[in-house]
């Protein structure tokens, strides 16, 4: 495997399911990101991780739950969705280093969730 | 706050023909810029990113792209355009003056080129 990866690709998903998504990256980065990309909207951060540490949680429902267990892997974990929640996630990850901010995320395919 | 615009929604262009697709910020300092291209069930795909220097950045696949700090653009470029280009364009902002980290992006325009 190379970059970054997910799985499931597809996941479909009832308002009462507890469902993870993963995310693995095999660039040796230390930053790892969730995104969620809505039909007709920009992309929304979601949560930012830098060395299994949060950084960042842009104001997103409980009912989203990320894990970082370590610096190449990152979950998130779902229950009691709602249908706006049906969107594309992705994961992103980039190498952070000390005083500077140049870095390039790069992004996996993404999961394609549908809340029924 | 940092922003992107993006004012197009769809771009079209004919095969062999130079491509623009256009970019505009707003940030509070220095702002390092990217464009992504998104294929269909794909993910976000890197090109090119503007930090410093030469207002003339090249990127992946031919694409290059023109900062322009008086006019707070970063339009997308591409001299004879390939009907693989099709795609979705996400142009991206980070407010370095704000020391964060995450990307904003702008909402993304479709590029259709016809044979």
């Known amino acids: 495997e190379t970059g970054v990866t997910q799985t499931p690709r597809h996941l479909v998903m009832g308002m009462t399911n507890k469902k993870s998504l993963k995310c693995e990256q095999h660039l040796g980065h230390n930053a790892m990101y969730w995104y969620k990309q809505s039909a007709k909207k920009p992309l929304e951060l979601m949560f930012v991780?830098?060395?299994?540490?949060?950084?960042e949680n842009n104001s997103v429902p409980s009912r989203f739950s990320p894990e970082c267990p370590n610096s190449s892997h990152l979950f998130l974990h779902l229950h009691t969705l709602q249908p706006e929640d049906s969107a594309l996630y992705l994961c992103?990850?980039?190498?952070?280093?000390?005083?500077?901010?140049?870095?390039?995320?790069?992004f996996g395919p993404g999961t394609r969730l549908t809340v029924l | 706050a940092q922003s992107v615009a993006q004012p197009e929604d769809q771009v079209n262009v004919a095969e062999g023909n130079p491509l623009t697709v256009k970019c505009t910020y707003s940030?509070?300092?220095?702002?390092?810029l990217f464009w992504y291209v998104q294929y269909p069930n794909r993910g976000l795909q890197f090109l090119l990113k503007?930090?410093?220097?030469?207002?003339l950045v090249k990127g992946s696949y031919g694409f290059e792209a023109e900062f322009n700090k008086s006019q707070t653009s970063f339009h997308l470029k591409k001299p004879s355009a390939l009907v693989s280009d099709s795609a979705l364009y996400f142009c991206a902002v980070r407010d370095i003056g704000r020391g964060r980290r995450a990307l904003t992006f702008g909402s993304g325009t479709r590029l259709q080129v016809q044979p």
């Open positions: 992103a990850s980039s190498q952070w280093k000390e005083g500077a901010t140049t870095d390039t995320q790069y």
């Open positions: 940030v509070s300092g220095n702002p390092y």
């Open positions: 503007y930090i410093t220097g030469d207002n």
């Open positions: 991780y830098n060395f299994k540490e949060q950084t």
